[in-house]
T-cell receptor, first 115, second 115 residues
């Protein structure tokens, strides 16, 4: 069965420090991968998505970047965190059989607090 | 452009009451998919249902039921005989398909079920 691992679960970082959040998927190959952020207002904002290795699309210009060095690994990074980067970060995956729109499966999330 | 509106920010009911969560969507595509997710206090997002735009048949799963009406662009979710464990934030989402299969979420409805 497929599983998604996301870490760390919580993180407190000072303003200006770097960030690296990692997400890996097991039990499937060539998934679509996504990073979402949930701010205090509860809405889910799509940050990045990837349909293959080294294929990253950014949805919102910001202080963050994403990389996919391996098929089932998705990394969210920042060189210098801002206070506004605080939030709940969720990684998700889906497989996309031809002609079908499968649901997203989410990791447990990382709660990031920038101080 | 895609848009999902969940006008109800918060709903509070007493256990055993029925409750309906509203979802209205906007899309220009004729082929699209609608989803509902549940986010309990622990934070993870749990997939509940997917419906494609060609299937307007209502669906029932235990105490959960969904009413999809293309004429009003709505995909409402009803919980019958609510329980305390139903307390969560519920998200409606829309995907227009294609290779990226991006999921656009509404802002969520916080459901509080009181004992």
């Amino acid at each position: 069965s497929q599983t998604i691992h996301q870490w760390p679960a919580t993180l407190v970082q000072p303003v200006g420090s770097p960030l690296s959040l990692e997400c890996t998927v097991e039990g499937t190959s060539n998934p679509n991968l996504y990073w979402y952020r949930q701010a205090a207002g509860r809405g889910l904002q799509l940050l990045f998505y990837s349909i293959g290795i080294d294929q990253i699309s950014s949805e919102v210009p910001q202080n963050l970047s994403a990389s996919r060095p391996q098929d089932r690994q998705f990394i969210l990074s920042s060189k210098k965190l801002l206070l506004s980067d605080s939030g709940f970060y969720l990684c998700a995956w889906r497989v996309t059989p031809a002609g079908e729109n499968s649901p997203l499966h989410f990791g447990n999330g990382t709660r990031l607090t920038v101080t | 452009a895609q848009k999902v509106t969940q006008a109800q920010t918060e709903i509070s009911v007493v256990e055993k009451e029925d409750v309906t969560l509203d979802c209205v969507y906007e899309t220009r595509d004729t082929t699209y998919y609608l989803f509902w997710y549940k986010q309990p206090p622990s934070g993870e997002l749990v997939f509940l249902i997917r419906r494609n735009s060609f299937d307007e048949q209502n669906e029932i799963s235990g105490r959960y039921s969904w009413n999809f009406q293309k004429s009003t662009s709505s995909f409402n979710f009803t919980i019958t005989a609510s329980q305390v464990v139903d307390s969560a934030v519920y998200f409606c989402a829309l995907s227009e398909g294609g290779a990226t299969n991006k999921l656009i979420f509404g802002t969520g409805t916080l459901l509080a079920v009181q004992p």
